[in-house]
């Protein structure tokens, strides 16, 4: 899976513009698989991308069009989907997300991710084999009824709530 | 198909309300690129001459280039222009972050917009949606509240923001619109051509995406130009400092300003600089749209926090106005970019103030009681607060330096650092005579970016004899070959601004010449641009900015410099003695170009 450094990340959105890029040929945050989020006011810069979380939210679907790859990545079959937005309503930090009736979620570019190259902070590693570690269950609840990029938000304001106690506990 | 360029220009009419959408002619754009070139082409079209710069009739332009938003490094800025009631002629200013990216996949090579709403608004676009907003519970909010509302309200964090804080509400002269925050488009007053039409913000989002003409092509170019950043000299540098490098960089050649320009040499520069800063203060890097430098920094001090500052408002905040506090510097630059305000047309007032006060100019009385002595805080803080609202004193202030002088007179004029009222830069043009030559013939007045040109400081002397006919050009104090100089670098400057990349990638670094522009917007847009094509395009626009200024009542006796960088030499240091020979810089300057002895273009 990809793990984020968020405390390097700078903010630059090269995972954003090489994903949707090496995705569909052109450069645009619909295209991305991976999503940053900034929050100016408290300095923070952390792009979203599937956990491959223990509970697989997203694998409910009503068809049966998303199965779990070798990497653990999401693969959603393009002809079972019915762009019915289960997936999306499903996961708890919108890391999967409908856009021109795709559901586009993180496929670790078949097992060479290209956002990992060009992060020139080395704020995203690859990590293999650590598929279902991560339980995001505390999130569920208050992502009902949020739009994905608000969940997002959710999910980078709880994520990030130790480094800022570190950064303000250095400053004072 | 045309790639690269979104496709439409967006025109919407505050007075009417009335939104038009029109596509984006290639022709133009063959001929202007995009960003400031198409902006300024565009205020030469259409803009009345003679509206005055905070009346409905004049424009307000936000222009990206053909492949702003790309895969190409730094390809994040956006051009805001319009005229400029700071100066009178041409206004313009660029910045970084996320906003020109959104630009353009919202579906926009530029946006104009005109008239002037009879309520306090915002202009929310989402692709084709285009939305003239009530700000009435905006208004009064400063930027990062703003742009923190305006999220929320639209329940999208993705948003890009460019917003203006009470400083362009209350039409201060050289307020400034900020998008993430802290990237301001700081000079020549944007901010208050907003605040005049009752604008406070544009909110936009886009889910299109930037096609390009030869994606394999343009990926490798892409990827030679990032080795070539990635291996230059200057990388690690600029990485861990960003632009405030130059505090020390400045100060080992003598032309740091300090207090107010009396003294290239600042005693105590090690409190104050780029190093000290990364060091007690920063906890991380930050960067705008597609970097791969990252030389913005995010820092907390005990009782503020923030991005920032840029060199320029280091040291405008500090040494220029003889404060040896950064934490106090800091704390500055998180207020101004809240407030919206200028970083070096604010400190050049503050200079001047404190300048003509140790002079005996001016007194205590004619400043509202306050005490102008170099570097008091109370000052600088409560003077700021009153500019911000136009109060007492204030109010003079918030017109800029070339009109509070005028006001005060009685020699006070002479300290007015300015060219054409744009107030002067941090960077002594003794130590720097290119530079020198640059804010006096800069097209938007006293400024470095027009030309940067940054080569006379790389002691490349060989390449200078190659590319501009003499060994001088690489020399920094000498004044022979800079007209030649500033020629070349005003072009690379331009074409620059017209692809809306960042200046340090774009220009500083040199990395990026006409041949591999003209590969670049090639590939990307599919329009056969070639070297020549462009210089041809870069000239032209330079001669109608020109042309237009004049149409605005500039002459050639403005393309000068303020007495002090002419007539009274540095007194110490490694730019000692020197100054600058403006008027014979300026006269082979207009040669090279072809115009008539007045700066005319014939």
Redesign the interface.
């Known amino acids: 899976m990809i793990v984020i450094d968020f405390?390097?990340?700078?903010?630059?959105?090269?995972c954003e513009?090489?994903c949707?890029?090496f995705h569909?040929?052109?450069?645009?945050?619909?295209?991305a698989r991976i999503?940053l989020?900034?929050?100016?006011?408290?300095?923070i810069?952390f792009p979203v991308v599937c956990q491959h979380c223990r509970e697989r939210y997203c694998s409910k679907c009503p068809e049966s069009a998303i199965e779990i790859g070798p990497l653990g990545q999401i693969i959603v079959s393009p002809t079972l989907c019915t762009n019915c937005g289960t997936c999306e309503k499903q996961c708890p930090i919108g890391a999967i997300e409908i856009?021109n009736e795709i559901p586009h979620v993180c496929d670790l570019c078949g097992g060479n991710p290209k956002c990992i190259h060009e992060c020139?902070?080395d704020a995203i590693r690859f990590e293999k084999k650590t598929s279902g570690i991560k339980s995001l269950e505390k999130y569920k609840k208050t992502a009902k009824g949020l739009?994905p990029?608000?969940k997002?938000?959710q999910y980078v304001i709880d994520s990030t709530k130790a480094l800022r106690e570190k950064?303000?506990a250095?400053?004072? | 198909m045309i790639h690269g360029y979104a496709g439409h220009i967006l025109r919407v009419d505050l007075t009417s309300g009335q939104v038009l959408r029109e596509k984006t002619d290639p022709r133009f754009m063959k001929e202007t690129i995009g960003g400031r070139g198409m902006n300024s082409m565009r205020l030469f079209d259409e803009l009345k001459r003679d509206a005055d710069p905070i009346s409905p009739e004049n424009m307000l332009l936000m222009g990206v280039g053909p492949l702003t938003g790309s895969l190409l490094s730094a390809s994040a800025y956006t051009t805001i222009s319009g005229k400029s009631p700071m100066t009178g002629i041409l206004g313009d200013s660029a910045a970084g972050g996320h906003l020109g990216p959104e630009i353009k996949q919202a579906g926009y090579d530029q946006i104009i917009i005109t008239g002037r709403s009879d309520k306090q608004c915002f202009l929310f676009i989402a692709d084709d949606h285009v939305e003239i907003k009530s700000a009435e519970h905006l208004w009064g909010k400063d930027i990062w509240e703003t742009t923190s509302i305006i999220r929320e309200e639209l329940r999208d964090n993705a948003v890009q923001v460019a917003a203006i804080g009470p400083a362009g509400e209350n039409l201060v002269k050289y307020a400034t619109v900020a998008c993430n925050n802290s990237r301001m488009f700081g000079r020549t007053g944007m901010g208050c051509i907003f605040g005049s039409k009752k604008l406070k913000a544009v909110a936009i989002r886009g889910r299109g995406r930037v096609s390009l003409a030869n994606p394999p092509e343009y990926l490798n170019l892409c990827r030679e130009l990032d080795k070539n950043i990635l291996k230059h000299p200057e990388y690690k540098q600029r990485k861990a400092l960003g632009s405030t490098l130059l505090m020390n960089a400045l100060n080992n050649i003598g032309i740091l300003p300090t207090n107010h320009f009396q003294k290239g040499i600042c005693d105590y520069v090690d409190k104050i600089s780029g190093e000290t800063l990364a060091e007690k203060y920063k906890v991380k890097n930050k960067s705008c749209f597609n970097c791969n430098i990252h030389c913005s920094r995010y820092y907390l001090t005990k009782d503020t926090e923030g991005e920032g500052p840029e060199y320029e408002t280091l040291c405008s905040y500090t040494s220029r106005i003889g404060n040896d506090d950064l934490e106090f510097a800091l704390r500055m630059n998180a207020f101004l970019n809240k407030m919206g305000i200028d970083c070096l047309s604010s400190g050049e007032t503050i200079g001047w103030a404190m300048e003509c006060v140790q002079k005996g100019l001016l007194n205590k009385n004619d400043l509202d009681g306050l005490d102008f002595t170099w570097g008091n805080k109370k000052t600088i803080e409560k003077i700021l607060n009153l500019i911000v609202k136009r109060e007492g004193v204030g109010d003079l202030f918030a017109e800029g330096t070339r009109s509070l002088a005028r006001h005060f007179q009685n020699n006070t004029e002479e300290y007015a650092f300015h060219v054409k009222g744009l107030d002067m830069i941090c960077g002594d043009p003794r130590g720097i005579k290119a530079f020198g030559l640059t804010y006096a013939i800069a097209s938007r007045g006293a400024d470095h970016l027009r030309a940067e040109p940054f080569f006379e400081l790389t002691g490349r002397y060989e390449e200078a004899e190659k590319r501009f006919g003499t060994r001088d050009a690489g020399d920094r104090l000498a004044d022979n070959g800079k007209a030649a100089l500033v020629e070349y670098t005003e072009r690379q400057a331009l074409l620059t601004d017209c692809m809306t990349m960042c200046k340090n990638i774009g220009l500083s670094m040199d990395i990026i010449d006409f041949e591999f522009a003209a590969r670049l917007l090639k590939t990307g847009t599919g329009l056969n641009f070639t070297a020549d094509r462009i210089n041809r395009s870069l000239r032209k626009i330079i001669e109608t900015e020109r042309r237009l200024n004049i149409d605005f009542g500039m002459d050639s006796s403005q393309d000068t410099l303020p007495k002090r960088f002419v007539h009274e030499p540095l007194k110490e240091g490694p730019s000692k003695d020197n100054v600058v020979p403006i008027e014979k810089m300026v006269k082979e300057y207009y040669k090279i170009k072809g115009w008539s002895t007045n700066g005319i273009p014939k």
Do not use: Q
């Not at chain 1, 405390?7 to 090269?14: I, V």
């Not at chain 1, 989020?37 to 300095?43: A, H, P, Q, T």
């Open positions: 405390a390097r990340c700078s903010g630059c959105s090269r513009v090489n949707s890029f569909s040929g052109k450069v645009g945050r619909s295209g999503k989020v900034k929050i100016e006011s408290i300095g810069d856009t020139p902070m739009k990029e608000e997002r938000l950064w303000l250095s400053s004072s």
